[in-house]
């Protein structure tokens, strides 16, 4: 028997300039999602409200695992991957990553001692960052972290500490320099080009209380081209050599950072991700060929490989974690296009500013797709997810789901004008748990201090200052 199918109005569609554009692709009303990570969406916004962060457990550690396997199996020296704990430092998250035997690169004295508090052995926490004052410093030397030196002043203080506490400090030199592929991090470390570096490698040899044993660099963020990475390995080596031959130093890791991009699609790039984005054993054939070839001296040398650290976080978690956002309302706009209220905005979804993140309907919607604006709920302007998006007609209610988001948004989300909602992790179970609980009044007042006379919204009748004030 045939069915039929559901009776849709005539309707008129004006047609308006730009409206089918490379802006944003038509959705159409059958490409719908009901489930996240093989859970309803409608389920777990009922018990967990929305806007809601939905994790997966499972794919976090297939894609560690993933990662850590296309790279041990192309260099014979020892793999680490340490992970970027700026990229999503959510306890459980991090844990994850380290059951899977990430260490932990961290970026500040708030990152070094979370990763304490985790139980991270310091051995396996790499010190990166251009501030580390002296506190958090004695701590990392005195516990035994390893520490990348990102300038001549921080030098100089580790060199200090180190001597009150009569020890001999491994360290190793952050490096910057041009690979003529993306835009040199000049900011961080030291330049090889202007002899800095080297300056710094000579530091480190006249000095009692420093060794130099590694070397470091990170040539940027969502590099899409791997021979940026041939670049950068083979500049490093150079130095690598002409530091050894010195004899200033035996290094014995190199840390080529992180920068892999994910699947998500940066804004300016009309491409899809599925052809801009190379694959991860792309990146692993550069980067392990590369120096392999440049450390066959070593070898000759009856001397074994260094230690291949990634610090890679985008690539691991960006496409394990979606968010769930509501339809609040809807407009049209000056132009004639619609417009589209959520409950998340930029205040969540911070990698809305540099990303076209992937946007699914949870239902089927009647009605034709047209030129859509999703805004959230902020009271600023640039409060926009997307500019451009074929949509079907969305009426209150209505779910979204944006994918891809488990990189910087729990980080760099911002507590501004709505609380932060739930983060919750679908474990390798199947079952929900919260790893992070919802901001309300409480939580986000637990920081405030009242001074006496300030505990009252109303000044007293008899307060000098309201006499002051009627003058």
Not at 209 to 238: C, D, W
Not at 360 to 376: H, S
Request: aromatic fraction near 8%; charged fraction near 25%.
């Amino acid at each position: 028997m045939k069915v039929k199918k559901p009776w849709e109005p005539p309707v008129i569609l004006p047609h308006r300039l730009g409206e089918i554009n490379k802006f944003g692709n038509r959705i159409c009303r059958d490409e719908v999602e009901e489930t996240v990570f093989g859970l309803n969406v409608e389920e777990l916004v009922e018990r967990f409200g929305s806007p809601l962060f939905v994790s997966s457990e499972s794919k976090l550690r297939a894609n560690i695992r993933r990662l850590k396997r296309v790279f041990e199996s192309r260099y014979a020296g020892p793999v680490v991957h340490a992970w970027s704990y700026k990229t999503n430092y959510t306890s459980a998250i991090c844990n994850i990553l380290h059951q899977e035997s990430s260490w932990a690169e961290v970026v500040s004295a708030f990152e070094y001692q979370k990763a304490r508090w985790l139980g991270v052995p310091p051995e396996r926490i790499i010190f990166n960052g251009p501030n580390k004052d002296e506190e958090i410093l004695r701590q990392a030397v005195s516990e035994g972290a390893r520490i990348h030196i990102d300038h001549m002043d921080e030098l100089r203080l580790l060199e200090r500490i180190a001597k009150d506490l009569d020890k001999v400090v491994e360290v190793s030199l952050r490096l910057n320099f041009d690979t003529g592929f993306s835009e040199p991090w000049y900011r961080f470390g030291f330049n090889i080009e202007s002899g800095q570096a080297h300056h710094a490698a000579s530091a480190v040899a006249f000095s009692a209380n420093l060794k130099l044993t590694g070397l470091h660099s990170h040539i940027g963020t969502f590099i899409t081209e791997p021979r940026a990475y041939e670049a950068q390995v083979r500049i490093m080596a150079k130095f690598m050599r002409e530091v050894e031959e010195r004899g200033e130093g035996l290094i014995e890791f190199f840390d080529v950072g992180g920068g892999f991009p994910s699947v998500n699609s940066l804004k300016g790039v009309y491409l899809p991700p599925e052809q801009t984005i190379a694959d991860l054993s792309e990146y692993a054939e550069v980067i392990c060929g590369t120096l392999m070839e440049e450390t066959q001296y070593r070898r000759r040398d009856g001397r074994s490989l260094p230690m291949l650290i990634l610090e890679s976080g985008r690539a691991v978690v960006d496409d394990t974690q979606v968010l769930i956002a509501s339809v609040v309302g809807g407009k049209r706009l000056p132009d004639g296009r619609r417009a589209v209220v959520l409950d998340a905005g930029t205040n969540l979804l911070f990698t809305a500013f540099w990303y076209r993140h992937k946007v699914k309907l949870t239902a089927p919607n009647q009605g034709l797709p047209a030129d859509t604006a999703l805004f959230g709920p902020l009271c600023m302007n640039i409060d926009e997810v997307r500019a451009s998006i074929q949509l079907p007609p969305l009426k209150p209610g209505d779910r979204l789901l944006f994918k891809s988001v488990g990189a910087y948004n729990n980080s760099q989300w911002m507590q501004f004008i709505e609380y932060r909602p739930n983060v919750v992790l679908v474990d390798r179970h199947g079952e929900v748990q919260v790893i992070r609980k919802a901001e309300n009044l409480e939580s986000m007042t637990a920081h405030d201090l009242l001074p006496e006379h300030l505990k009252s919204p109303l000044l007293s009748a008899g307060d000098p200052a309201l006499r002051g004030a009627s003058k």
